[in-house]
């Protein structure tokens, strides 16, 4: 299977400047795209930036301008460069990617997600 390990959470202060990692790991066989998301207190969990591997890029209408996704392909590793960061986007921010993994001599499709880290934008 593919496992994703997320990095780079931490406190910042409003109008503040932090930058999430993800790296997966595993039987990859090709990640077809990779996701970030964020979970606050109390709400649901939405999407905030997302690349596929065209290097087509898709953002949230609120972080639009501020935040910056990109990936390393040859590492596997998705990175969220977030900028001019807001107390209301303290959240614990999520990786996931798309893809297929190989098991024996099968390809299998898999979506995983990681474990979480926590932003907080605080003064």
């Known amino acids: 299977q593919v496992q994703l390990e997320e990095s780079g959470g931490g406190l910042v202060q409003p109008g503040g400047s932090l930058t999430l990692s993800c790296a997966a790991s595993?039987?990859?066989?090709?990640?077809?795209?990779m996701r970030w998301f964020r979970q606050a207190p109390g709400k649901q969990r939405e999407l905030v930036a997302a690349?596929?591997?065209?290097?087509?890029?898709d953002y949230a209408d609120s972080v639009k301008g501020r935040f910056i996704i990109s990936r390393y392909d040859a590492k596997n590793t998705v990175y969220l460069q977030m900028n001019s960061l807001k107390p209301e986007e303290t959240a614990v921010y999520y990786c996931?990617?798309?893809?297929?993994?190989?098991?024996?001599?099968?390809?299998?499709?898999?979506?995983?997600w990681g474990q979480g880290t926590q932003v907080t934008v605080s003064s």
């Open positions: 595993g039987s990859i066989f090709s990640i077809n795209g």
């Open positions: 690349r596929n591997n065209g290097g087509g890029t």
């Open positions: 996931n990617a798309l893809g297929y993994y190989k098991t024996d001599s099968i390809t299998k499709m898999f979506d995983s």
